[in-house]
T-cell receptor
Framework: KNEVEQSPQNLTAQEGEFITINCSYS?????LHWLQQHPGGGIVSLFM???GKKKHGRLIATINIQEKHSSLHITASHPRDSAVYIC??????????FGEGTQLTVNP | NAGVTQTPKFQVLKTGQSMTLQCAQD?????MYWYRQDPGMGLRLIYY???????DKGEVPNGYNVSRLNKREFSLRLESAAPSQTSVYFC?????????????FGPGTRLTVT
């Protein structure tokens, strides 16, 4: 069993829908990261969380440390949100352990 | 600022050939990483360097060597390439700060070993 599990693996939505991607982990962590991988392959960091909730534009990330669970929400989804979303946890130092990613496709 | 740069972007090797993937960052970060990404798997850490002059094995180091040439540059060498090393390779860097250990990624190198 992977230390970081994401669900769903694939998600197709219609433009405007509210989207939720989930991440569960099995180890103690110091922080959790959400990243986005563009269709061209580039990877960018979206959020780093150690507690609570963060919001950036239409993206919201939450974490529940007791339940070892995080969610990434996208409100009013748009085709340009189509990408792979990756959850990663930091257990010690600067090393990250990554989930397999969620492929999101938003259709117009 | 260019951020993290990687060369080459694409490479095809024959089994047994060697090559070095180059990575450089201009953000004055102390930590640098090499990952590989394979279909159906998450990014996996090959080697990392917490600071100039130090390197440590990650999750999948076999078949690879690294050099932290200076604070800016961190190279990954395949001494004798194997088809199992066909993958997309990403270099990343990070620094502790207000965004503790946020990692910045290079554009990736797509390597095919035939």
């Amino acid at each position: 069993k992977n230390e970081v599990e994401q669900s769903p693996q694939n998600l197709t939505a219609q433009e405007g829908e509210f989207i939720t991607i989930n991440c569960s982990y099995s180890v103690g962590i110091s922080a959790l990261h959400w990243l986005q991988q563009h269709p061209g392959g580039g990877i960018v960091s979206l959020f780093m969380l150690s507690s609570g909730k963060k919001k950036h534009g239409r993206l919201i990330a939450t974490i529940n440390i007791q339940e070892k669970h995080s969610s990434l929400h996208i409100t009013a989804s748009h085709p340009r949100d189509s990408a792979v979303y990756i959850c990663a946890v930091r257990t010690s130092g600067s090393r990250l352990t990554f989930g397999e990613g969620t492929q999101l496709t938003v259709n117009p | 600022n260019a951020g993290v740069t990687q060369t080459p972007k694409f490479q095809v090797l024959k089994t047994g050939q060697s090559m070095t993937l180059q990575c450089a960052q201009d953000m004055n970060h102390n930590s640098m990483y090499w990952y590989r990404q394979d279909p159906g798997m998450g990014l996996r850490l090959i080697y990392y360097s917490a600071s100039e002059g130090t390197t440590d094995k990650g999750e999948v180091p076999n078949g690879y060597n690294v050099s932290r040439l200076n604070k800016r540059e961190f190279s990954l060498r395949l001494e004798s390439a194997a088809p199992s090393q066909t993958s997309v390779y990403f270099c990343a860097s990070s620094e502790r700060g207000s965004n503790s250990y946020e990692q910045y990624f290079g554009p990736g190198t797509r390597l095919t070993v035939t």
